[in-house]
């Protein structure tokens, strides 16, 4: 923990002095400029915000720290046997801005095992619940029950120097990614497999384990959440799950709390909870059509019924990317490799082939391609999870990784409370007559 703790906190102040020179010199320069209808559509296209773990090309899609999916899947070490990168690596990677060796991502595996210690009372927390209750609510109330072993909330009510605040938030950090895989676990046997739960393997790797707890032995579906738990651990800064977890740690809530306000946005239906409704339409169509793999003719017409039903195709469209995600590529790649004739994930394929130019042909939609909630659970079905109400938990897990690695950067780079400025349409229709100009500072 100690090298991992040292060699970020180098980073971060050659980061930091590298940012005071820029300010000093360009903290004048214009980096864009807004127009009226950015502010009441979603700031979309405005640059707001400085995240250092990875950026998204809107053509290219995600690279984190200049690395592409396909680069991570040659460069990163791998599990002894296995093909798909450890998402150890890519931590690294994002917390410390170089590719980790072996050793590096072995240590990581190591601390996060030692770091994994679930206190009863979360399990109590998440028993209190009734059964029924979502798997992303449970998930949430977990991370907040968690809270109880904050540090950074322990060491600020005692009076920390700010200078600290970045080393409380990584060991919060640390506990709270090593800690999370058993939590939704947990979850997981709870809801769907009567409680029925499974010890940690302290032999296996982070994405190993995980699968392991869950109750998923194939050495294929420990392949497929080592990619899964790589591809979905971050997508730049400004997403849902990634701004809130920044938005709300500006205020100096701790990671617990930073992190649960992240999920809360992970489970909406146009971010995160996107996965599960994509495969509970492919269902629903299948039932309907009472066919396993539909033809093109027939997934055409049900696009268009959900369409004309004022519902969203769900795994299409993005806010940025204008291009087929990478991550629904690298998911196809895995699909192609491990189970080419499953009927699902080849209704995916179809899905794929048929819907952009439907959507396309709408004129109003900006990117008619798959994103990566499109494939996801066609692949986890293969393997035996059917119950789409957790994909989710899967996706929040990962999403860990990406996160509290920023937020570790936030606290390292002095970040201060986020307050972008407000305005009334009011004002604006004064505005618009000339008669008021004043719009902040
Ligand atoms: N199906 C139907 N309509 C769509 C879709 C879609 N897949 N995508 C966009 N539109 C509509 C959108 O609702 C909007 O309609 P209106 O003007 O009537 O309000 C119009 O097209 C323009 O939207 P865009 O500017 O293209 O997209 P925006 O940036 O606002 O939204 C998403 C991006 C991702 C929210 C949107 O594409 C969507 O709702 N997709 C389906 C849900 C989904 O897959 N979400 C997962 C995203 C990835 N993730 O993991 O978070
Ligand atoms: C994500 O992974 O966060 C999604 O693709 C949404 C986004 O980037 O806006």
């Given at each position: 923990m100690g090298i991992l703790k040292d060699r970020f906190k180098g980073k971060a102040d050659q980061t930091a002095a590298e940012i005071k020179d820029i300010l000093k010199e360009h903290?004048?320069?214009?980096?864009g400029e807004v127009i009226l209808s950015q502010i009441y559509q979603g700031?979309?296209?405005?640059?707001?915000l400085v995240t250092e773990t990875s950026l998204l090309d809107p053509q290219e899609g995600i690279r984190f720290r200049g690395y592409s999916i396909p680069d991570l899947q040659q460069k990163l070490p791998k599990a002894k046997g296995g093909d798909e990168p450890l998402p150890e690596g890519l931590f690294y990677l994002m917390l410390i801005g170089e590719l980790p060796s072996e050793e590096d991502a072995s240590h990581i595996t190591s601390v996060w095992q030692r770091r994994s210690h679930v206190p009863n009372h979360v399990f109590a927390a998440i028993e209190?619940?009734?059964?029924?209750?979502h798997p992303m609510t449970q998930f949430v109330i977990a991370v907040m029950a968690l809270q109880t072993e904050s540090q950074f909330a322990k060491r600020y009510a005692a009076g920390m120097n700010k200078k600290d605040y970045w080393d409380a938030a990584f060991d919060d950090s640390m506990d709270l990614i090593a800690r999370l895989p058993r939590v939704a676990a947990y979850i997981y046997r709870r809801k769907y497999?009567?409680?029925d739960h499974i010890q940690p393997n302290g032999l296996l790797d982070w994405a190993g384990n995980f699968a392991h707890m869950l109750g998923y032995e194939d050495d294929g579906f420990k392949e497929l959440m080592r990619l899964y738990m790589t591809i979905h651990a971050?997508?730049?800064?400004?997403?849902v799950s990634a701004h809130a977890t920044h938005l709300v740690g500006s205020?100096?809530?701790?990671p617990y709390q930073s992190f649960a306000a992240g999920m809360n946005g992970l489970s909406g239906p146009l971010h995160g909870l996107a996965n599960q409704e994509v495969i509970k339409w492919i269902f629903e169509m299948r039932e309907e059509l009472g066919v396993e793999l539909p033809s093109t003719e027939q997934i055409a017409a049900y696009v268009k019924k959900t369409l004309s039903e004022g519902k969203v195709v769900p795994g299409y469209g993005h806010?940025?990317?204008?291009?087929?995600?990478p991550r629904f590529s690298a998911q196809m790649e895995f699909g192609k490799k491990h189970?080419?004739?499953?009927p699902l994930v080849n209704t995916v394929w179809r899905i794929y082939e048929t819907v952009p130019p439907i959507l396309q042909s709408?004129?109003?939609?900006?990117n008619p391609w798959p994103n990566v909630?499109?494939?996801?659970g066609a692949l986890l079905v293969h393997y035996g999870?059917?119950?789409?109400?957790?994909?989710t938990v899967l996706f929040g897990v990962s999403r860990s990784l990406g996160v509290l690695a920023s937020l570790c950067w936030d606290r390292a780079l002095g970040m201060p409370i986020e307050r972008p400025k407000s305005v009334t349409t009011e004002q604006v229709k004064k505005w618009l007559k000339g008669q008021d100009e004043i719009w902040g500072e």
């Open positions: 903290g004048n320069k214009k980096i700031m979309r296209g405005m640059t707001g209190a619940l009734p059964i029924g209750t497999k009567f409680g971050d997508h730049e800064g400004g997403n205020a100096l809530s701790d806010a940025v990317l204008r291009k087929t995600d189970m080419p004739g499953d709408m004129g109003k939609i900006k909630d499109a494939h996801s999870m059917v119950e789409y109400d957790f994909y």
